[in-house]
């Protein structure tokens, strides 16, 4: 089974060997972190010491007017997603369950 990072924000999908997804699950668990945020705090400790300068993050703007429209975003967005028709009438759980079954 291939293990899929799918990192939303830049709409980038990424595919991982078995050895690699099981080796980025125990970084993460030994470090309470996500499975995407190991993989990235690992890349970023090696694109250091090869000297690759990071990019600086900007930090999020929190004024009003900012959360507003954040919030109008993903309401847009939910609203697009409500509105897609329901193509498998299953259960999430009888989906993964015939899928595990593969």
């Given at each position: 089974?291939?293990?899929t990072l799918f990192c939303?924000?830049?709409g980038l999908m990424v595919n991982l060997s078995q050895e690699?997804?099981?080796l980025a699950k125990r970084l993460a668990a030994t470090q309470s972190l996500s499975v995407e945020?190991?993989?990235r705090l690992a890349l970023e400790e090696k694109a250091r010491a090869a000297g690759i300068a990071m990019e600086a993050r900007r930090p999020r703007d929190r004024s009003p007017?900012?959360?507003?429209?954040r919030h109008a975003r993903t309401d847009r967005f939910v609203a697009e997603l409500a509105a897609m028709?329901?193509?498998d009438p299953r259960s999430p759980r009888d989906i993964m369950d015939d899928l595990n079954a593969l």
């Open positions: 089974m291939i293990f939303v924000k830049r690699t997804e099981a945020d190991a993989i007017e900012a959360v507003a429209a028709p329901v193509l």
